[in-house]
């Protein structure tokens, strides 16, 4: 009797592919996530470690690539000066347009308010002093008071209203230039608003441009 093949012995005669120590992929079980490889990484970039917050509770940056862009959010007049007041001198991170618009009007009224009325008195001794000159009837004892009393006071409110603009210019230039950051521009740029006539107006309109991402890249300790 003639013997058969062992490929023809197993299977129901059927040929066996031959092994090659490889095993054939097995199906995910139910309820199971098929392996994935790790994305690999763009040309150039690097990862973004999470650092400690910043003063504005956002999250700090220390180089590659800029943090998730978390747009600062807008505050009460209260609360601006509140934060004014805690970043005197802090020219780090960023402020909302609402943080600067609070401030300057702030500024404004502690300021120009005091200023303005010192201005208006002078100016209104001034003009008594000339009607009283050109008058037949001459000066008398209470009008040299009044007129002495109006340009001391005057001059008195103009001097607090200096001195105020003074305590609160740094802090002024600060949120100044923390809004130029929130608005995607270099702090430095601040010094644009030196420019004879028209810097006032830049270093306003630059203020008022809206929050950018890239201005995350500002938000270091």
Same mark, same amino acid.
């Given at each position: 009797?003639?013997?058969?093949?062992?490929?023809?012995?197993?299977?129901?005669?059927?040929?066996?592919?031959?092994?090659?120590?490889?095993?054939?992929?097995?199906?995910?079980?139910?309820?199971?996530?098929?392996?994935?490889?790790?994305?690999?990484?763009?040309?150039?970039?690097?990862?973004?470690?999470?650092?400690?917050?910043?003063?504005?509770?956002?999250?700090?940056?220390?180089?590659?690539?800029?943090?998730?862009?978390?747009?600062?959010?807008?505050?009460?007049?209260?609360?601006?000066?509140?934060?004014?007041?805690?970043?005197?001198?802090?020219?780090?991170?960023?402020?909302?347009?609402?943080?600067?618009?609070?401030?300057?009007?702030?500024?404004?009224?502690?300021?120009?308010?005091?200023?303005?009325?010192?201005?208006?008195?002078?100016?209104?001794?001034?003009?008594?002093?000339?009607?009283?000159?050109?008058?037949?009837?001459?000066?008398?004892?209470?009008? %040299?008071?009044? $007129?002495? !009393?109006? *340009?001391? #006071?005057?001059?008195?409110?103009?001097?607090? +209203? @200096? =001195? /105020?603009?003074?305590?609160?210019?740094?802090?002024?230039?600060?949120?100044?230039?923390?809004?130029?950051? %929130?608005?995607? $521009?270099? !702090?430095? *740029?601040? #010094?644009?608003?030196?420019?004879?006539?028209? +810097? @006032? =107006? /830049?270093?306003?309109?630059?203020?008022?441009?809206?929050?950018?991402?890239?201005?995350?890249?500002?938000?270091?300790?």
């Amino acid at each position: 009797m003639t013997q058969q093949p062992d490929w023809q012995n197993n299977n129901g005669g059927q040929p066996q592919q031959p092994n090659y120590g490889q095993q054939p992929p097995q199906a995910p079980q139910y309820g199971q996530q098929p392996p994935q490889a790790p994305p690999a990484p763009q040309y150039g970039q690097q990862g973004y470690q999470q650092q400690p917050a910043s003063p504005y509770g956002q999250p700090a940056y220390s180089g590659g690539l800029y943090p998730p862009y978390v747009p600062r959010p807008s505050v009460g007049f209260s609360q601006a000066i509140k934060m004014g007041f805690a970043n005197y001198a802090n020219f780090k991170g960023r402020a909302s347009r609402s943080e600067f618009w609070f401030w300057y009007l702030f500024q404004a009224l502690v300021a120009g308010i005091p200023v303005g009325i010192g201005y208006g008195l002078l100016i209104g001794g001034l003009v008594s002093q000339s009607a009283y000159s050109d008058s037949s009837t001459g000066y008398s004892s209470s009008s %040299d008071v009044a $007129f002495t !009393g109006t *340009m001391v #006071f005057g001059t008195i409110l103009m001097i607090i +209203g @200096g =001195i /105020i603009s003074l305590a609160l210019l740094v802090p002024f230039i600060a949120v100044a230039w923390r809004r130029l950051h %929130d608005a995607g $521009f270099p !702090g430095p *740029m601040f #010094f644009l608003s030196l420019i004879p006539y028209v +810097g @006032g =107006i /830049i270093l306003i309109v630059l203020c008022a441009m809206p929050s950018k991402p890239e201005g995350m890249k500002y938000e270091i300790q």
